[in-house]
């Protein structure tokens, strides 16, 4: 145990020499939870129309100013030449095309229904539906209202009609910072944590002073030890920096219970750094551990379900994120901040998490070599 | 010329001599395409959801059973107790729910008009809202047939050209900023961390002193890695349009062109950091903050630009893969040919020579 | 055998690979001696002593070093031994001070020895002025001479030293030997490899190493003698003419 406490003072010492490190571990995270939540919006608004009116009626007016009204689009060019939209959407400067035909009034009334031509821009395949989605609703609720004003009063009442209600838990004006806030902190919370362990040995692999230590009686799994709890702390600190800044900066006020947030928080940081420390023995030179860091970490970051869902991946996709600790504390994170789901709600993840820190921390001490 | 020669040599068999490093340098842009590619999609499918179906009539079954024919849903259990839906929430697995009220079918018929209600665990807004949109529109199709038994008139109907991608896949979108990401990480990370060691190593001081155009010596650093990044764009092409069907419909010459300014544009940003770091630790967390989160969220792939605050729409400027991810969209799935991405060009090549010109003078402080 | 051997090595060997790095060599060291590990580059030397400090485990052959068996007790011989890598080895971003705490801790001498070890070594090497700054910023032979101390702050029964002098002046070269006899004089046995040829005059007795081999092992002037060569240098050219191996 003594021989612990001076490794920690060591290392302690040498992470607050290097202002550079300071700055990495305790500003960056700081700046980026405070600027990037605010980016992950995937709410779709403003979405660029451009409507090429062949008709010029009555309802093709209505119908213009009512697609303009709805709030949910932008007009971007109102013309009679469908190329002309055709190019707006080429230069990317328009989602969707509508096309209303010559003579769609009268056609309408004399054929009883009438076709509108829609050109979607679909390589970003969600605003494609979504706005699709938004325009066939306001041509349907068009469509009624045509219907109101042109049938008798009498058989239009008779319509069974479903009234939707919808109501948003947990989150109920959608606001978008209160899904990431909690996911972007957990996400700098591995790279900080992943990066500094897994560079840490290497380190002293690289300028020779783990040789030093190799030649001295210490037991194994204290030196580990002696690696994992510097990082283990300063990534508690970078936590509690995160959620003052939830809390402060954007009113994210968890639901549930902050000694579970820091219980999960503690055994992850532990299997995170486990991980690191992991690479960090794989590894002989800092080149090579960035490496490999950079490898996993790029794939716990896109698959964690940060920014995509996990749900909508394939089933082999899915089952490559179980193996990803990011996801399970991601998952809990939101669960325990936002419906402060209690501990039986989280405890698979629980403990899943322990024992991949199990896991990983006796695989990175069986792989360090005192001998070669 | 010859001296030069051996330099990149050097260089060459400093990045091609470590199995680990190949691992990242030709590894990390395989793997990530192919899973990214397959893996990431905005659709979402197969949502749990539950129903509490209060009415058990003939109207609620019929719309539970046009529920249960769509793939976006998957229907567990069918509930009578709210309590059961708040605990259904709180474990996660539970991502909408549907309450159908007494006597649907009743009031359908006689009064026109019922009502339910739609309850989605909003803590993740995005799916939230497209999960309420979905059941939003099965339940209007489930109307829309009761009506056609009233066989109504003047109807609008829609035609749609679904352009550039009519499956609505996910890789169209996302594999052009991953490209983006993976070429600009790689070129930072690389650059700074291969600098910064021969500064901590004090190999760099000898070379700088050598007789040698101390630029020259930085300029062969940065070729082996516009070399890997060019044979990188080239296995990305080719699994993108192989394996992952993504159409190539631009000119192929006027995408390496693009490209190779975007990678000297990486390894110029790369050489800034390194001229700002002392040490691989802090050059390697800088180039991974700096660029890795920024990329991923700022340079519109992952999140429509157009949503962000002002302040945020501003900064996205600055972000060199924000640029080349329009290059790469437009000459590589839309065909589109430099008429109409020369703005983005001029830009992308501005930036690099700002971080060309910075660290170069950067350099040329440290030598005096 | 009328000394006590606190290293015996017999028909050590190391592989890497089809490489034989270390080719069945044999010795013993007395205590107390300061014994010399002499060879090119690349000849083997620091092999054959990472073996004997348990950071390599030998192909085959044996070897004891304090009395405890290489292949089954190499942490009880970390115990007993100092040792001063190639590479410049305390920690550069932390002072003086702080890297004697460490090592003192690690090797677990009480707070008490480590302030009294501590202010004698600063005292020793004249460092007072230094204590409190970091290692960084002294020049290469205090750095050397500390790391020396460091290596030995536990007392233990041998110390190891891996090229201790390389790149250092003559000056301080002497200066480093001084240290070392003074070590010796404490019963400390030195177990010390180099390339330059006139340290090997100071040794009690001197192994020269050729291509993983031991070609001569005896004291310098028993070597001078047997080779019939006025200086060490002689003698080594003699030994080392034939090598196959040269360079790193």
């Known amino acids: 145990m003594r021989t612990l406490m001076f490794l920690l003072r060591k290392e302690f010492r040498q992470i607050f020499r290097d202002p550079g490190m300071l700055r990495i571990i305790l500003i960056m995270p700081v700046i980026q939870l405070l600027v990037l939540p605010r980016a992950a919006d995937y709410e779709i608004k403003n979405i660029n129309i451009a409507i090429e009116d062949y008709d010029h009626s009555v309802v093709s007016q209505q119908l213009t100013n009512k697609i303009i009204s709805s709030g949910y689009f932008k007009l971007v060019g109102y013309h009679n030449d469908y190329n002309k939209g055709y190019e707006l959407i080429e230069r990317d400067k328009a989602d969707i095309v509508l096309e209303i035909p010559v003579d769609f009034e009268q056609k309408l009334i004399r054929n009883n229904s009438q076709d509108l031509l829609v050109a979607v821009n679909a390589i970003n395949g969600t605003k494609a539906i979504i706005g699709n989605g938004y325009l066939s609703s306001i041509l349907m609720d068009y469509n009624k209202e045509i219907r109101m004003k042109w049938l008798p009063p009498t058989r239009f009442n008779e319509l069974p009609t479903i009234d939707i209600v919808s109501s948003n838990w947990y989150n109920p004006n959608l606001v978008y910072a209160v899904f990431m806030v909690p996911g972007i902190l957990v996400l700098l919370l591995t790279l900080i944590g992943g990066n500094l362990s897994a560079f840490n040995i290497v380190k002293e692999k690289e300028i020779g002073t783990i040789e030093q230590i190799n030649v001295t009686p210490i037991k194994k799994h204290i030196f580990i030890m002696g690696k994992l709890i510097p990082f283990i702390i300063m990534g508690l600190v970078v936590f509690t920096l995160g959620m003052i800044i939830a ?43 960035q490496s490999l860091t950079f490898f996993f970490l790029i794939i716990f970051n896109l698959m964690s379900g940060l920014f995509t869902s996990i749900d909508s991946m394939p089933h082999w996709a899915q089952i490559i994120t179980r193996f990803i600790p990011l996801s399970y504390f991601i998952e809990v994170m939101r669960m325990i901040v936002l419906k402060g789901s209690h501990f039986h709600d989280v405890a698979y993840q629980f403990t899943i998490l322990i024992i991949m820190g199990l896991v990983l921390n006796t695989w990175a001490i069986i792989n360090y070599r005192k001998t070669t | 010329m010859k001296q030069f020669i051996n330099f990149i040599k050097k260089e060459f068999y400093h990045v091609l001599r470590d199995p680990k490093s190949l691992l990242m340098l030709f590894g990390v842009p395989i793997a990530q395409i192919v899973l990214f590619g397959f893996a990431l999609t905005n659709e979402i499918k197969n949502s749990n959801i539950v129903i509490v179906d209060n009415a058990m009539d003939n109207a609620s079954q019929k719309l539970i059973y046009e529920i249960r024919a769509s793939k976006y849903f998957n229907v567990g259990q069918i509930f009578m107790n709210p309590d059961q839906m708040d605990a259904a929430f709180k474990t996660g697995k539970v991502k909408l729910a549907l309450v159908i009220p007494k006597d649907f079918d009743n009031d359908l018929q006689h009064l026109h008009t019922a009502q339910v209600q739609i309850i989605a665990d909003a803590s993740d807004p995005n799916t939230a809202t497209t999960l309420t949109n979905y059941m939003t529109s099965i339940i209007s199709d489930y109307q829309n047939q009761l009506w056609q038994d009233g066989g109504l008139p003047y109807s609008i109907l829609t035609q749609q050209r679904i352009l550039y991608n009519p499956e609505l896949a996910g890789a169209p979108n996302f594999v052009p900023g991953v490209v983006a990401m993976v070429l600009l990480l790689i070129c930072v990370l690389m650059t700074s961390v291969s600098i910064v060691r021969e500064k901590e190593m004090g190999t760099l001081e000898v070379l700088l002193v050598s007789p040698f155009n101390p630029f020259l010596v930085i300029f062969s650093k940065m070729v082996p890695y516009i070399v890997v990044s060019l044979i990188n764009l080239t296995i990305i092409l080719i699994l993108s349009v192989y394996l992952l069907d993504l159409p190539f419909k631009g000119n192929l010459l006027l995408l390496y062109g693009e490209s190779s300014i975007f990678i000297v544009c990486g390894l110029s940003l790369g050489l800034l950091i390194s001229t700002l770091t002392d040490t691989q630790q802090t050059a390697m967390n800088t180039s991974f903050l700096l660029t890795m989160l920024p990329t991923m969220l700022l340079s519109g792939y992952l999140f429509p630009i157009e949503n962000m605050p002002l302040f945020l729409r501003i900064l996205s400027n600055i972000i060199p893969a924000k640029w080349f991810y329009i290059i790469i969209k437009s000459v590589m799935l839309k065909g589109l040919g430099i008429k109409y991405i020369w703005r983005e060009t001029l830009i992308l090549s501005g930036m690099t020579v700002f971080f060309l010109t910075v660290s170069l003078r950067n350099f040329k402080i440290r030598l005096q | 055998m009328d000394k006590e051997m606190v290293i015996k090595a017999d028909k050590l060997t190391k592989r890497f690979g089809d490489f034989t790095a270390v080719d069945a060599v044999s010795f013993d060291v007395a205590k107390g001696e300061i014994f010399g590990f002499l060879g090119a580059n690349g000849a083997g030397k620091t092999t054959a002593m990472r073996m004997l400090c348990g950071l390599s485990k030998p192909t085959s052959g044996e070897a004891s070093v304090a009395g405890f068996d290489v292949f089954r007790y190499p942490e009880k011989i970390k115990k007993n031994i100092g040792y001063m890598s190639q590479k410049f080895s305390l920690y550069e971003d932390l002072t003086i001070k702080e890297n004697i705490e460490f090592y003192g801790g690690i090797y677990g001498l009480t707070n008490k020895q480590i302030k009294d070890k501590g202010t004698e070594l600063i005292d020793m090497l004249d460092l007072q002025a230094e204590a409190n700054k970091l290692v960084r910023g002294l020049p290469l032979g205090w750095k050397q001479k500390l790391a020396f101390s460091v290596a030995i702050i536990h007392e233990p029964k041998i110390v190891f030293l891996d090229e201790p002098t390389g790149g250092v002046d003559p000056a301080n070269r002497k200066q480093f030997w001084e240290l070392i006899y003074e070590t010796a004089d404490k019963g400390i046995t030195i177990f010390v490899t180099t390339h330059y040829l006139d340290e090997a005059e100071y040794c009690d007795r001197v192994s020269i190493m050729v291509d993983g081999k031991i070609s001569a092992l005896d004291t310098p002037s028993g070597l001078k003698k047997t080779y019939n060569a006025k200086d060490m240098n002689e003698v080594f050219f003699q030994l080392a003419r034939n090598a196959t191996r040269s360079g790193d």
């Open chain 1, 247 to 289: 809390v402060v900066v954007y009113g994210i006020i968890p639901v549930g219970s902050m000694l579970l947030l820091y219980l999960f928080a503690l055994v992850y940081l532990v299997t995170l750094v486990g991980f690191g420390l992991l690479i960090s023995t794989y590894s002989e030179t800092q080149v090579q551990a």
